[in-house]
């Protein structure tokens, strides 16, 4: 019987160093992502609530936790609608990961949700309705694509959907910008190539941090940028 060593003496008198024999082992498969329609928006509002309502964000907008994932449900599903119309969903296959883009390379339309969304969350719209001003507040003026939510329990699967997004952008030489609400969040948003500023903190709530993502290219925009 060889021993490990004679094994590897062996190895090393057939194969020189320069000439061993590369192994190459087969790359995992890329995870599947695909954009939605309207059919899906209940099922992705589910997703997003269901893994956001522990956020401290979540429970800034809505204090009542019992109220809180049905109001979770019914804003994503509004925020969904606005982005199918102006903006960009990606999911990965299985509902476990989603991110919803809003264009901001063009002016948007006259908001015709403010009625429903104050039906919906009821006495909290207000503090959502607040969270909306201080986010366009410190929004870059730069066109970009705002990453509204992304909802993406393993890390990998949050590198894969922003990398699905912004290879695109790249192409288009569009900047894309988000909020971190929390250090796991800001460190893929990082890792992604977005560049952090100072955080703010909601009134009597937790921290936000700003974070843009520059252009690649400076590239003239026509129509919707990035389409899957």
């Known amino acids: 019987m060889h021993t490990a060593t004679e094994a590897a003496a062996q190895l090393t008198s057939r194969f020189p160093p320069r000439q061993r ?3 190459e ?3 995992a498969p890329a995870p599947a992502i695909t954009c939605i329609n309207r059919a899906d928006i209940p099922a992705v509002a589910a997703v997003a609530a269901h893994y956001t309502q522990d956020e401290p964000v979540a429970g800034w907008l809505l204090p009542d936790r019992r109220r809180r994932p049905a109001a979770l449900r019914a804003g994503f599903a509004l925020l969904i609608e606005q982005a199918l119309q102006n903006g960009f969903v990606d999911r990965l296959v299985g509902d476990r990961a989603v991110a919803i883009w809003l264009d901001r390379t063009r002016p948007l339309p006259a908001p015709g949700q403010l009625r429903r969304l104050q039906e919906e969350c009821g006495p909290d719209s207000d503090a959502v309705l607040l969270l ?3 986010a366009a507040h410190h929004a870059p003026t730069v066109p970009h694509l705002h990453l509204a939510v992304l909802v993406a329990p393993d890390p990998a699967d949050a590198a894969a959907l922003l990398a699905h997004r ?7 030489g569009v900047a894309s910008f988000a909020y971190a609400a929390n250090q796991v969040q800001l460190g893929a948003l990082m890792d992604a190539g977005f560049q952090p500023s100072e955080a703010l903190r909601l009134p009597a709530g937790p921290p936000l941090w700003p974070a843009l993502r520059p252009a690649a290219q400076r590239l003239a925009v026509v129509g919707r940028p990035a389409a899957a």
């Open 21 to 23: 024999p590369m192994i």
């Open 25 to 27: 082992y087969p790359a």
């Open 132 to 134: 909306a001003d201080i």
């Open 166 to 172: 912004q290879q695109r952008l790249d192409r288009v």
